[in-house]
């Protein structure tokens, strides 16, 4: 079996989130990692201070590099850094049919500083169609994918069905955002699947991107859909409550 995983992302300097923690988390479950760096930021525990997206054509020459010489057993996707890097992960993802393919579409950070550049939701809806295993927003991004505010359970499900029929992916809408206990939504294009948990008592940074890095782990492992996102949701809860704080600002987790 094909042991390593690849990150698309940006780094992360305070290696809090991006391609720094997916690496980490691959690691965890006994793969290797490579990564394509969509862009670099200036960043730390507190906010997001400057993002500096790199050029589509230097992505694809990273990723076509590594592609032609490493077999891989999966990619991830996470912030893409600018609008038109959205083309270039597309024709990316397309070469990888067959492999495990989850895309965590980060467009925001926690600071509410931009990620992905002014993509619409109809471009990058266009660029992932057919070419994805795996979709994972937040609230607020599929609000935004969906065309739909979300304010409850009900709302995530209908959203989820919308966002696999138009991507042809599975969708798991994370739910940490909801009042009360959260759930996150699964839904695979046959079954809905709600994952309650928990709530940690923590502002921990890069909790999106551990939980799309530990389901792509479970998915080239071999474990179906839902099985591999109740067991990255487990992960992603236990990395929360054994956070550390290592700067001023959010707990950092710890694969």
């Not at 997206?53 to 694809?60: A, C, E, N």
């Not at 660029?127 to 599929?142: F, W």
């Not at 709302?155 to 909801?178: P, S």
């Amino acid at each position: 079996m094909d042991r390593t995983l690849l990150t698309v992302a940006g780094f992360d300097p305070c290696g809090g989130a991006g391609a720094l923690l997916d690496a980490a988390v691959f690691r965890s479950f006994g793969f290797r990692a490579a990564a394509v760096i969509t862009a670099l930021t200036v960043q730390n525990t507190v906010s997001v201070r400057a993002v500096q997206p790199v050029l589509p054509s230097f992505i694809r020459r990273q990723w076509q590099a590594l592609r032609s010489d490493m077999p891989l057993a999966g990619v991830k996707v996470g912030m893409a850094g600018s609008s038109d890097a959205w083309e270039e992960i597309g024709r990316g993802l397309a070469r990888h049919t067959g492999l495990p393919r989850v895309v965590d579409p980060v467009l925001r950070a926690s600071s509410g500083s931009r990620l992905s550049g002014q993509a619409s939701a109809a471009r990058i809806t266009s660029t992932l169609r057919g070419r994805i295993t795996l979709l994972t927003p937040n609230l607020a991004e599929a609000s935004f994918l969906s065309g739909h505010r979300i304010s409850g359970e009900k709302a995530m499900a209908e959203a989820a069905r919308r966002i696999q029929a138009d991507l042809g992916g599975a969708c798991l809408i994370k739910g940490g955002h909801l009042r009360g206990a959260p759930v996150d939504v699964l839904y695979d294009g046959e079954n809905l699947h709600r994952f309650p948990h928990p709530r940690v008592g923590r502002e921990a940074h890069g909790t999106g991107c551990f939980l799309s890095s530990a389901i792509l782990s479970r998915l080239a492992l071999g474990s179906g859909m839902a099985e591999a996102c109740e067991e990255g949701i487990r992960r992603t809860s236990a990395a929360i409550r054994n956070a550390v704080r290592s700067g001023r600002g959010r707990f950092l987790l710890a694969p």
